[in-house]
């Protein structure tokens, strides 16, 4: 949907930096909205229709950003974006494609980044950034009657579409503001800057920030949830709590992951996606495992998954810096200079394949499986399944191994 009754027809935009991107709008059934992007604002044409539009002359009234999906496998992001200007207002709707990709992203943090190096010279300047019950000055930011110094904000992110701001040596978020509402997006992308430029001190030896809650939402658990309390984990930066039970799960204990993610369907129609992450650590190994379904990929689960991986492949480097081997996967095993793969066959018969890190290698993936190849044969050396125990893990250790010898 595309909407606006501007002044300026023909202004000064300043050069086209990427090809004219047609969007992705069902409003007009005639002509679709053609987006323009210039180095000093946009143009949107409908027909022989041309409005023009100053990145100094908007602010964001709504910011809107969601993953689209066909069938449970996320193809795009779902863009709604509506801008006030000093003439009206401005509503744009697209899907950006990640096969083929386009340049909506582009134009999306362009905007993003114009709007706030304007907002961030007025805050510098003594104004100040206003939102649905927020505002942010030089000194600090207030929210519903509390104030938070910007000295004391430990971190900001976009959690479960709110913008998450955290205080200084507290797990509990100081304010979360939903997304949607106005210059939320802004504020976020401000904050952001203030942490990169002023890093907060981390501690492996707490949990850290809470960063998102995950329920167990099986058929069995949701019978039981009517009888006992439902299983809850809460994320934060360093571990997990298990409740029932309050069980404590230090990432910097973590020995495996195991993460396995299934599409589910019913008539043929996608229904939901079920995802299970296994977790072993020290010092008994005892097995923490997460279950869920929701509609979509589970953003926040998918980054926990590759944080907890890199922390493991960390020490698994440790290891192999001492020529030891680590286990990948039911068949593969890694060392400072090569990876083993135990081939089976149907008959019974097992052989061992070598392939060091000295010549080049690369990988793929497809349909939830790994592919590893050499620089010759289109054929794969061999092939993982991605929700065998520590691929993840190991991946990365293969990517850090694979490096070091320049390939």
């Known amino acids: 949907m595309w909407r606006v009754s501007l002044k300026h027809t023909n202004p000064d935009l300043g050069s086209e930096e990427k090809p004219p991107l047609i969007l992705s709008s069902s409003r007009y059934f005639f002509w679709k909205p053609v987006l323009f992007i210039h180095q000093n604002g946009f143009r949107i044409r409908i027909g022989s229709n041309d409005s023009s539009i100053f990145f100094s002359d908007a602010r964001i009234l709504k910011w809107k950003e969601a993953d689209s999906y066909t069938n449970g496998i996320c193809t795009g992001t779902k863009y709604e974006i509506i801008l ?28 993003i980044g114009q709007l706030a190096d304007r907002a961030q010279n007025e805050i510098e300047s003594g104004g100040s950034l206003q939102g649905n019950g927020w505002i942010l000055t030089a000194e600090a930011l207030q929210s519903n009657g509390k104030k938070l110094n910007c000295k004391e904000i430990w971190d900001a992110a976009m959690s479960e579409n709110h913008v998450t701001v955290w205080k200084l040596q507290e797990s509990y978020p100081f304010v979360r503001i939903p997304m949607e509402t106005a ?16 890093p907060p001190p981390q501690s492996s030896s707490s949990l850290g920030r809470l960063l998102f809650r995950r329920k167990d939402d099986s058929a069995l658990q949701l019978f039981l949830s009517i009888l006992l309390q439902r299983r809850t984990w809460d994320f934060y930066e360093n571990g997990i709590i298990q409740r029932p039970g309050h069980r404590v799960l230090f990432f910097r204990n973590c020995e495996t992951l195991q ?15 079920r995802t299970q992450l296994k977790l072993k650590s020290l010092p008994d190994l005892k097995l923490m495992q997460i279950k869920t379904q929701r509609y979509g990929n589970d953003k926040e689960l998918e980054q926990a998954k590759l944080d907890i991986s890199k922390q493991i492949a960390d020490r698994l480097y440790l290891k192999v810096a001492t020529q030891q081997d680590v286990p990948w996967g039911r068949f593969a095993r890694i060392s400072k200079d090569e990876v083993r793969y135990l081939s089976t066959s149907l008959l019974g018969g097992n052989f061992s394949m070598t392939f060091p890190f000295s010549k080049p290698l690369s990988y793929s993936f497809d349909s939830g499986k790994f592919y590893l190849f050499n620089a010759v044969d289109a054929q794969p050396l061999f092939t993982m399944d991605c929700d065998e125990e520590n691929f993840y893990p190991g991946f990365f250790l293969l990517l850090r191994l694979v490096g070091e010898y320049g390939n």
């Open 259 to 273: 993460y396995a993610v299934g599409l589910q369907f019913v008539n043929g129609i996608y229904a939901f996606t």
């Open 183 to 198: 210059q939320s997006r802004i504020l976020l992308e401000i904050l952001d800057r203030y942490v990169k430029k002023n």
């Open 84 to 111: 006030a200007t000093s003439s009206g207002k401005i509503s744009l709707k697209h899907i950006s494609k990640i096969d083929p990709p386009d340049d909506f992203p582009f134009f999306a943090n362009k905007l």
